[in-house]
């Protein structure tokens, strides 16, 4: 993000304006194109209103933009003498395409994240710094050979990894599984892309928990799924639910979290799990398993996972390091019948020719290690002393204003609001107050909660960021 250089000669507006100009000679701002409002510029850089505001009458004089009282400031149609016709329209482009913006809610905060790194961050599902193994990873990489090909390596990724993980999920999740069952994806996100786009075709029809992960309704969109929603409960989605929308609509996939889901943090009951594999064998339909959070179980006894009672190779397990090690890492993987393995794995290749070596040498030489180990039943602890500081700040600040249920692991907590609020406005005060979270509607659940991750801020920042999330809530309450 630009921002004006304060230790210049040069006047701060004399700056902007230079910036501004050059965005519109590279295509950013088209002729007849609208700028920033003064405020939200001036908000972005970090500058007074009025500072924007000499700007804006700098590009004026130069005859490069017009203003008119309640429209705003716009780009001039016959800037520099060019017609606009020889410019390409760059916002028309980037308002077409296939695949679905973020939902507006996402974009400002990550709008606020970006102008405003020091804030209480409490909307991100990723760890905070002091929870990343950095020093255990420089470790191995320091005392392991490096011995990888630097070249283009297998589709399914890299061979000695893909046989960790498979041991790994053996003594760890119970999952049994072979290497060419693996498919290693950058993250969980790009399997449940290859997923959609190799598996589905637009127009099919698939459930989905309600509420659920924000990022996976988008791709549904994007890639033209219908989806139709399974009720999350007390206990997890009820597989009568699944029958039900499979005879009204077809459906031909599940989507599911059935371990610490996001956002709720509910798991699904012991009773429920045979009987909905059962049935989704019955009906001759897929269950996508995304288990990001099994591994951040407090108690290092996670229930088991749908693929590891699976008796009819029904479930499509997705896994990842993000949540457990180093989103940076950007290491995930896919467990499934080897053909929908190589499947994926072409259209991957298709893609970006696989996944660098190095980032998959470094993952397979960590959890061969034993700080692997280590580090797990570290971050455990770590989560639950956060959420910890996180219920008891909860309930000295809003009391009965919200409630929720602790989790047994997971990176967040679920709150409902008692009274309902602007979801808009309680989180642009809570904002103004230092602290930012993620409504409750981005997950396509009725309005009225909010999600709270624990495990981004640091843990001496959770009570300041609740004081100021119940600064914001009464603030609109008066």
């Known amino acids: 993000m630009w921002k004006p250089d304060r230790s210049s000669k040069t006047p701060m507006y004399l700056q902007i304006a230079d910036y501004v100009e050059r965005s519109i000679s590279l295509g950013e701002y088209p002729p007849g194109s609208f700028l920033p409002s003064e405020r939200r510029l001036a908000e972005r850089i970090g500058v007074n209103r009025s500072t924007v505001v000499q700007a804006y009458e700098e590009l004026r004089a130069k005859g490069i933009v017009e203003s008119s009282v309640g429209s705003g400031t716009m780009v001039s149609r016959e800037v520099w003498g060019i017609r606009p016709g020889l410019s390409p329209d760059w916002r028309h482009y980037v308002q077409g395409g296939t695949f679905a913006r973020s939902l507006p809610y996402l974009r400002r905060i990550r709008e606020v994240l970006q102008e405003r790194p020091s804030i209480i961050n409490m909307a991100s599902g990723e760890l905070s710094a002091d929870l990343f193994p950095n020093e255990q990873i420089i470790q191995v990489m320091k005392e392991v050979p490096f011995e990888a090909h630097l070249g283009y390596d297998d589709p399914q990724g890299y061979y000695p990894l893909r046989e960790t993980l498979s041991g790994f999920m053996r003594r760890e999740l119970g999952i049994h599984t072979t290497e060419s069952s693996i498919l290693i994806t950058s993250g969980s996100q790009q399997s449940l892309f290859l997923i959609l786009q190799c598996l589905l075709a637009p127009g099919d029809a698939v459930a989905v928990e309600d509420p659920s992960y924000c990022g996976s309704l988008a791709m549904f969109q994007s890639a033209g799924i219908r989806t139709f929603p399974l009720p999350v409960r007390e206990d997890g989605i009820d597989p009568r639910d699944v029958e039900t929308l499979f005879k009204e ?118 959890m061969r290690s034993g700080n692997f180990g280590e580090h797990l039943s570290f971050l455990q602890q770590a989560l639950a002393h956060k959420q910890d500081l996180l219920i008891r700040s909860l309930e000295r600040e809003l009391g009965d204003e919200v409630r929720f249920t602790a989790a047994r692991g997971g990176l967040s907590l679920w709150c409902g609001l008692r009274r309902p609020v602007d979801d808009l406005k309680l989180l642009e005060e809570a904002v103004k107050r230092g602290v930012v979270y993620t409504p409750g509607a981005v997950y396509g659940s009725v309005p009225g909660h909010i999600r709270l991750s624990f495990a981004r801020p640091p843990a001496s920042r959770i009570e300041e960021g609740i004081f100021g999330l119940a600064q914001a809530l009464r603030f609109l309450q008066v």
């Open 249 to 366: 609509h077809r459906i031909r996939m599940v989507f599911l979290n059935p371990n610490y889901q996001n956002p709720t943090g509910t798991t699904l009951h012991p009773d429920k799990r045979r009987p909905l594999l059962n049935l989704a064998a019955e009906l001759g339909i897929p269950i996508v398993e995304d288990d990001p959070f099994s591994l951040t179980d407090f108690e290092g006894n996670p229930p088991p996972s749908l693929k590891s009672i699976d008796e009819h190779g029904t479930v499509l397990y997705i896994g990842s390091l993000s949540k457990i090690a180093a989103s940076g890492l950007r290491i995930g993987w896919l467990i499934a019948p080897s053909t929908v393995v190589q499947r994926l794995a072409d259209a991957r290749q298709q893609i970006d020719f696989g996944l660098s070596i190095i980032p998959q040498w470094t993952a397979n030489a960590f």
